[in-house]
């Protein structure tokens, strides 16, 4: 590399990961830090989206083809299952994708979602096994909340995913994805659903629900994010009892 080539790059500060200097016509040939970032991200992504299991892999073609709801199927770019581990302790149910979500096609992997993972981080659970899914399965376009239709339309795949994950234990983020598993009438003060253990019947067994504030209303209202600590440390307690049993 001769001076020029040096001074151009301290100039530029970059870390590039290959130079290549031909000596005929001194082009520089960089490779784009930033592409190989976003290189790296989309392998992540991949990875995290990889189904296992040969019943999940069933239900996850079959959403993939859904034509079910007209507004939701012509406007997603991917339809958005779930993510985590696949024998999970813990299943987070949240309402439906955004615009992130629906880019990647991973519930949670927006601003929200990065909320969820530091609560997640914070509380060691994820030295557990979780996984996080929605009551829909389609981005409802501009993040209006889901229409009835739309929710019973979903229902069957929720229902079925549920069964097969089998989780011990379930949170739900928000009125929504707690209104898919509890009958809870949309209008009550969602704060009277915290703090009990509500009950869903999953396999034939009553699995305990704990329902807490959905992230994108935490980041709204910053001064309540105790609360969900408080409704996550709750959680934590109750498998504690199942596990102990
Ligand atoms: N909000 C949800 O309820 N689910 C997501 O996946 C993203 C935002």
Redesign the pocket.
């Known amino acids: 590399m001769n001076k020029i080539e040096k001074y151009f790059l301290q100039q530029n500060q970059l870390k590039f990961s290959s130079i290549v200097c031909s000596s005929h016509n001194k082009k520089i040939i960089l490779k784009n830090p930033k592409k190989l970032e976003s290189k790296k991200e989309n392998k992540d992504i991949n990875k995290m989206k990889e189904i296992h299991n040969e019943e999940l892999k069933k239900i996850y073609s079959e959403i993939e083809k859904c034509m079910k709801c007209e507004a939701l199927c012509n406007s997603r770019l991917n339809v ?1 299952f779930g993510r985590g581990d696949e024998e999970p302790d813990i299943v987070f149910v ?5 615009a ?2 629906d880019k990647q096609g ?5 601003r ?2 990065k909320l969820l993972d530091k609560w997640i981080e914070q509380l060691g659970i994820n030295n557990k096994k979780y996984y ?1 899914m ?2 829909l399965k389609c981005r409802p376009p501009e993040n209006r909340d889901p229409l009835p239709e739309e929710k019973s339309n979903c229902r069957d795949y929720f229902v079925t995913q549920l069964k097969i994950l089998n989780p011990k234990i379930i949170c739900a ?2 009125r ?2 707690f209104g898919n598993l509890i009958d809870f009438d949309l209008k009550t003060p969602f704060g009277k659903a915290r703090n009990k253990v509500h009950y869903y019947n999953n396999n034939g067994k009553d699995v305990p629900v704990i329902a807490t504030y ?3 209303y935490i980041l709204r209202n910053q001064k309540e994010e105790q609360k969900v600590i408080d409704d996550l440390n709750f959680m934590l307690s109750e498998l504690e009892k199942i596990n102990n049993v």
């Not at 949240?94 to 955004?98: I, T």
């Not at 991973?106 to 927006?110: I, K, N, T, Y």
């Open positions: 958005v949240g309402e439906a994708p955004g992130d979500e991973l519930p949670f992997v927006g929200g979602g996080i929605n009551a983020l928000g929504h994805g959905h992230p994108a």
